[in-house]
Nanobody, 117 residues
Framework: QVQFVESGGGLVQPGGSLTLSCAAS????????MGWYRQAPGKQRELVAA???????NYADFVKGRFTISRDNAKNTVYLQMNSLKPEDTAAYYC???????????WGQGTQVTVSS
């Protein structure tokens, strides 16, 4: 069964940095896309960044220039380097994988990022 190990979340001051990582195991299919979504209390889950197996990236407007997504295909791991963090970045961040012939979607359990002084 597909499982995710997410790490790197925590409490950071505004302007600080965090790096999230998500390592997937039990992958028996080709991964097409890996990414990060976030969800703040009372709000919808939204895309933060994504990267295809070929290296093409996609960023939400609110993180462009601040966040960088990268991946290690051999390790089925995706990273999110977050710089210049703002209080509005506070949310639960979820790892996401799309893969297989039917492009099925899988979700991690989430890791909390809190930006506060």
């Amino acid at each position: 069964q597909v499982q995710f190990v997410e790490s790197g979340g925590g409490l950071v001051q505004p302007g600080g940095s965090l790096t999230l990582s998500c390592a997937a195991s039990g992958i028996l299919f080709r991964i097409s896309r890996m990414g990060w979504y976030r969800q703040a209390p009372g709000k919808q889950r939204e895309l933060v960044a994504a990267i295809t197996s070929g290296g093409t990236t996609n960023y939400a407007d609110f993180v462009k220039g601040r966040f960088t997504i990268s991946r290690d295909n051999a390790k089925n791991t995706v990273y999110l380097q977050m710089n210049s963090l703002k209080p509005e970045d506070t949310a639960a961040y979820y790892c996401n994988i799309v893969g297989g012939a039917e492009l099925r979607i899988y979700w991690g359990q989430g890791t909390q990022v809190t930006v506060s002084s």
